[in-house]
């Protein structure tokens, strides 16, 4: 599986965009980029995914640079709910073991 | 949406007893789970993964005689700790692949973990 690269920790103020950033350089052609988050005490939740192209859903979205050697998630209004670490994980197929690394722990500030 | 659920939430045990936590996929049929585990400040790790009707595979330094593992049907793994010990006091968490309408685009849900204390 590709590395990925985040930012340990970031800060982001109430109803501003959260941009979380990673970084996977060595990914491959046929690799997707998942994003699930882990609020403290509770089990991973899946965000978002995606392969080449841009990624909308109801949490949030999902930029792929062109080159695909990085992406962006956003959380277009962050509230308080959303503090979490935020893990960024590319692989193949996410039916298969997933590999978390740190992640990102993102603190929403009133 | 997909849910998956563990239960117990929250269990409190002595040290030498046995402890089994069960995951189950509640809206979708799941024919692979994976059992991870999460010590405190640390990220989770894989344990193993149970496919329904066929024995685990493990991670190497996992015990598989320790940590038994059974999918005995396409909405239920369990994961037994025998004789636990302090040492094994940690967040246990499964997850359930759900197949997508296209090969390739599954997507792993997880349960809201088991927290486990040996005395």
């Known amino acids: 599986d590709a590395k990925t690269t985040q930012p340990p920790s970031m800060d982001c103020a109430e109803g501003r965009a959260a941009n979380l950033p990673c970084n996977h350089s060595?990914?491959?052609?046929?690799?997707?980029v998942y994003w699930y988050r882990q609020i403290h005490s509770q089990g991973p939740q899946y965000i978002i995914h995606g392969l080449k192209n841009n990624e909308t859903n109801e949490m949030a979205s999902l930029i792929i640079t062109e080159d695909r050697k990085s992406s962006t998630l956003i959380l277009p209004h962050a509230t308080l709910r959303d503090t979490a670490v935020y893990y960024c994980?590319?692989?193949?197929?996410?039916?298969?073991?997933?590999?978390f690394g740190k992640g990102t722990s993102l603190l929403v500030t009133p | 949406g997909a849910v998956v659920s563990q239960h117990p939430s929250r269990v409190i045990c002595k040290s030498g007893t046995s402890v089994k936590i069960e995951c189950r996929s509640l809206d979708f049929q799941a024919t692979t789970m994976f059992w991870y585990r999460q010590f405190p400040k640390q990220s989770l790790m894989l344990m193993a993964t149970?496919?329904?009707?066929?024995?685990?595979?493990?991670e190497q330094g996992v015990e598989k005689d320790k940590f038994l593992i059974n999918h005995a049907s396409l909405t239920l793994s369990t994961l037994t700790v025998t004789s636990a010990h302090p040492e094994d006091s940690s967040f246990y968490i499964c997850s359930a692949r759900k197949r997508g309408p296209v090969f390739g685009r599954e997507t792993q849900y997880f349960g809201p973990g088991t927290r486990l204390l040996v005395l």
């Open positions: 994980i590319v692989r193949a197929n996410s039916g298969y073991a997933l590999n």
């Open positions: 149970s496919n329904e009707g066929s024995k685990a595979t493990y």
């Open positions: 060595t990914i491959s052609g046929n690799e997707y």
